[in-house]
């Protein structure tokens, strides 16, 4: 069995009199140490297919095992443990905290699996340096550009030591110089044994991808 | 999440809207301030009145009157002998004095004053708390004990106006004047005694400061003098007056009150006025706190409001906490205590603004009394503050600012906490 197994799920969403079939009867598998690249059009239900991964959203129907365990029938409370041990998201627009320094917005996640704080401060720094940004732990967001930004979203998703590392078109706000340093960055992380799921529009993010999936109208429809 | 995380996060999320806040707490430091200034007033009239009450007399004494109405009615309710027996059984009663009262000036050489002139049994001045500061408190035949204010009501005849030192009357003779009148001819006929001062009183601030006490065969010998002749006859027909004393505690103040007062006697004590007047003042304060509370209620939609908001202009924020694995108890504790610390920190600033407004009430209503009775020519009336803050007050202000808070907090953190963490990540 894989690591991640998904078995015929449907994610559909009523509005008013129409219902939208987001994903309609998706089988996947991927193994540790992947990295699957999800592909297709705007529509297509890739974003959709990553939440439900991440433990963001639950499936109108079907299975979803990672490690063993359906986390299709996990409630709230289970979700968030989920999302907290096992998965660490990059998001398109960083989602950083703009109040907050680097070095703070990497260990919030760590605020809520309540470690102290020489711990968290500590770990927090060693990721920041890692992604080359050791010299800018008391930066706020504004004043780092897009790429360091993104950067420092990879090394909060790392923070808690994840299973697998979910990114819905991380590259989508940066140049292609800048983009291709994070895709580099993802890559030497896959090659450290780092499972990771990468929703793109872009065929050159493919070229990193030990597998890319592709999507239409909320089916898979090929792989390569 | 950690409580000190926990307050860095909300302490840091409140500083951010820094403005917002300080403008919703305004509605917390009014609600608090009102609760605080209007308690005060009730708290600050009380306990004036309530020492000024107490200035009439000890509390464990029950004056008792002869001629009550009641359930018996008539004769048998005389004061005399029989009855004072009857007081002295009730459990609590400590000792039972006759009182009564006989008119007359005095006169120390040149020198006139007044006093009212109270006759009491020969040892019952302890019992009455009469403590002296000079001589003794027994009473013999011929002499009496003066209150320490006795001596300032002296003045010289010839010139009423004039302010004289107060005569140190110890170990003095004093005339007392006295006279009756022929009930057929209505002749006034007068007599002077003389009464040797044998000890003064310490002064209590009370009644007794200003009153004159002799042996009670004294007083019924010259009452009967008054009466041309004819004896009162007080321990056979009854004595005007009985000052029964009690234990030093004001349930038992009550009941011995309310066991004579069903024999049919009329008695009065200042303990059982004091406790109708604390009944009284409980409900003015409950009445006042209550306008506060209303205040405060609105105070509490202000939060409320501020959160909503916030929880609004945060979608982004709370979605990117649960994407990291926040519980909903994490997310819900972190917008109630926000809003609990709203409360608290509005509380603090009413109770601390109430706090100085009752202060500068007090010097300007004391100061406004005083010119007013200085004007009028009357005596200070003794009144040292119509504010009081009791110590209480402010913890329950504050606390309950800070409950406000948490509860208005409540509603705005359930619905961040029902976000849909995928839509609040996208919303813009
Ligand atoms: N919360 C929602 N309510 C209703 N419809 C939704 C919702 N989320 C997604 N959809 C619909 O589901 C379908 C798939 O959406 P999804 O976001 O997964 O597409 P996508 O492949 O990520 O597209 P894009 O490349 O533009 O991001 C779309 O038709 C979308 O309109
Ligand atoms: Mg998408």
Known sequence: MAFIEVTDISRRFVMGDTVVKALDGVDLQVERGEFLCLMGPSGSGKSTLLNLLGGLDTPTSGLIRVGGDNIAELDENGLADYRRKRVGFIFQSFNLLPTMTALQNVEYPMIFAGLPPAERQQRAAQLLTAVGLGDRLDHKPTELSGGQQQRVAVARSLVNQPDILLGDEPTGNLDTKTGEEILTMLTSLNQGGQTIILVTHDPRVTKHASRTVHMLDGHIVGEE | ?428
């Open chain 2, 1 to 428: 999440m950690r409580f000190t995380d926990l307050m860095q996060l909300v302490i840091s999320n409140l500083r951010r809207m820094v403005g917002r806040v300080v403008f919703t707490a305004l509605g917390v430091v009014i609600g608090t301030g009102a609760i605080v200034i209007l308690i005060s007033l009730g708290a600050g009239l009380q306990s004036s009145l309530t020492s000024s009450l107490e200035s009439f007399g000890a509390i464990n004494q029950i004056t008792v009157f002869s001629g009550g109405g009641g359930p018996q009615g008539g004769s048998d309710q005389a004061l005399d002998a029989r009855a004072i027996r009857e007081f002295q059984s009730i459990p609590g009663v400590e000792a039972v004095t006759p009182r009564v009262s006989i008119g007359g000036t005095y006169q120390l050489n040149r020198l006139q004053g007044g006093a009212t002139t109270y006759g009491i049994a020969p040892l019952a001045a302890d019992d009455l708390g009469l403590a002296v500061e000079r001589g003794t408190n027994r009473l013999s035949r011929g002499t009496i004990v003066v209150g320490p204010k006795v001596a300032e009501q002296f003045f010289d005849p010839r010139r009423p106006q004039t302010e004289i030192e107060p005569p140190d009357l110890f170990g003095q003779t004093l005339l007392l004047q006295l006279s009756r009148f022929d009930p057929e001819t209505g002749a006034q006929e007068d007599r002077t005694v003389r009464l040797r001062v044998g000890g003064v009183l310490e002064e209590t601030g009370g009644e007794t400061d200003f009153n004159v006490y002799m042996a009670l065969d004294d007083v019924e010998e010259l009452t009967a003098w008054q009466q041309n002749g004819v004896s009162p006859r007080w321990e056979q027909e009854g004595y005007p007056t009985l000052i029964v004393i009690t234990q030093l505690d004001p349930a038992i103040v009550q009941s011995v009150e309310g066991q004579i007062a069903d024999q049919g006697y009329f008695a009065f004590s200042i303990g059982s006025s004091l406790q109708g007047l604390n009944t009284f003042f409980l409900i003015v304060q409950a009445a006042l706190g209550g306008i506060g509370a209303i205040a405060l209620l609105v105070a509490a939609i202000g939060i409320g409001n501020t959160m909503v908001m916030s929880v609004m202009e945060r979608t982004r924020e709370i979605g990117l906490m649960k994407a990291v694995g926040a519980h909903n108890r994490d997310v819900l504790t972190v917008f109630v205590v926000e809003a609990g610390i709203i409360g608290v920190l509005g509380g603090i600033v009413g109770v601390i603004a109430g706090w100085l407004l009752s202060l500068i009430i007090n010097v300007v209503a004391l100061a406004y009394i005083s010119a007013q009775t200085a004007a009028q020519g009357g005596a200070d009336p003794g009144i040292d503050r119509i504010a009081y803050t009791p110590l209480w007050l402010v913890f329950f202000a504050i606390g309950f600012a800070f409950l406000i808070g948490l509860i208005a907090g409540i509603f705005p953190a359930l619905r961040a906490v029902q976000l849909d963490p995928v839509r609040a990540l996208k919303y813009e």
